[in-house]
């Protein structure tokens, strides 16, 4: 059965400068010793020190934890627990892109449920309330600060795992778009590419609903305005930035509560050329498309009236087939080939890596509008390379 489901956080505050509210959340929440969870990147950038200072102000105590990789494993969130303990923490900020807010809100379910990592996993396994957590996205793509999900790695066996769970909810969302503003254009496009699926994805998943179609919709509207102009622009438009950012939190509140498809499903086995999650959605994604065109006509003739408008007046069949022509288009600016050969993937490695992805993101692939078996995904892969 198709079901629907509507997660949220409990406050999302939106605007530029709003890093600096974090005291305020962190008090509200209780927090007297925080654990700030980041990366060395964003630690260089210094987003993690200016709420350290501004904690400290207040007199509350704060750890900067900076451990976290790309694609996170279960270890580092096993490392992030051990950080909380020995500090004595009991709130979590995470603040970076999306694989530092994953395992941020790993740490802070685990730790509240005294349990390893590895028994949260799953869906809705957990029981106990986790820790107040406040996230702070810095690129506008994974959307993970809006969702109930935590991709990780299970390093013994180099498989994705995910912790599904309505306390992986942040208590606070701070989307504050100056931390977006000088965003690389290669980042830029990668995790931007991402959010477009995700709305694409979640707008045409069987387990959609009018709620999750309609922030959807917007968020495909905004990226469609905003992504390319905030690739080649950067830090000069920052209206741009401002509508990434939003549709990027959109794009994940939707995904939350209509799941997504087959591109995210077949992208996976990308990660292994070095291929960044955004991009490899990317290239998967007219790709996709094409193949569910017959299947979702209608939605895919909205979603061409959303990234351009002249599509409205165009018969349904047409409109939907232009939105595969837009995507590649958008893919086209923002330089992103969509050719497996491309990112140095072999004809004889697609195979197997269709394979793969089909075993480990059957999920995935239940909601995509098209049904996809095994034969297809390695049909697909082929078309894509
Ligand atoms: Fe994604």
Redesign the pocket.
């Known amino acids: 059965m198709n079901y629907s489901r509507i997660f949220f956080p409990n406050v999302v505050e939106t605007g530029e400068g709003a890093i600096h509210n974090t005291p305020y959340w962190v008090k509200h929440f209780g927090g007297n010793r925080v654990l700030i969870i980041t990366d060395k990147n964003i630690r260089k950038l210094g987003f993690p020190g200016i709420i350290k200072a501004g904690l400290s102000k207040e007199n509350i105590e704060a750890v900067i934890w900076d451990d976290v990789s790309p694609n996170p494993d279960l270890l580092t969130v096993r490392k992030g627990l051990e950080a909380l303990s020995s500090n004595k923490c009991n709130l979590v900020i995470g603040i970076g892109g999306g694989s530092v807010i994953d395992a941020a809100k790993a740490v802070a379910v685990a730790a509240a449920n005294g349990s390893d990592i590895h028994e949260c996993l799953g869906l809705y396994k957990v029981l106990k309330r986790a820790l107040p957590k406040i996230l702070i996205p810095t690129t506008s793509?994974?959307?993970s600060e809006a969702t109930q999900a935590s991709v990780l790695v299970d390093e013994r066996t180099d498989k994705k795992v995910v912790l599904y769970s309505e306390y992986n909810m942040a208590e606070t969302v701070i989307l504050d778009y100056e931390l977006t503003y000088n965003l690389p254009p290669r980042v830029t496009a990668d995790t931007g590419i991402?959010a477009l699926?995700?709305a694409i994805e979640a707008f045409a998943s069987n387990n959609s609903s009018s709620f999750t179609d309609s922030i959807a919709l917007t968020a495909i509207k905004k990226a469609g305005k905003y992504l390319v102009r905030a690739y080649k622009e950067g830090n000069n438009d920052k209206p741009a930035r401002r509508g990434m950012a939003d549709a990027s939190f959109n794009a994940g509140v939707s995904f939350c509560g209509a799941g997504?498809g087959a591109a995210?499903g077949l992208a996976y086995p990308l990660i292994k050329y070095n291929v960044s999650?955004?991009r490899s959605?990317g290239v998967f994604l007219p790709w996709i498309m094409k193949y569910n065109l017959p299947y979702t006509e209608e939605k895919y003739a909205l979603i061409a009236t959303a990234l351009d408008e002249s599509c409205g007046s165009l018969p349904q069949k047409e409109a939907a087939a232009k939105s595969v022509v837009i995507i590649k288009k958008i893919l086209k600016d923002l330089n992103i080939s969509y050719h497996l050969k491309d990112y140095g993937v072999k004809k004889e490695d697609i195979s197997a890596m269709a394979e793969s992805a089909f075993l480990s993101t059957g999920r995935l692939l239940k909601s995509n509008p098209a049904p996809v078996t095994m034969e297809n995904a390695k049909e697909i892969y082929k078309r894509a390379f």
């Open positions: 793509g994974t959307g991402d699926c995700h997504l995210h999650h955004g959605v």
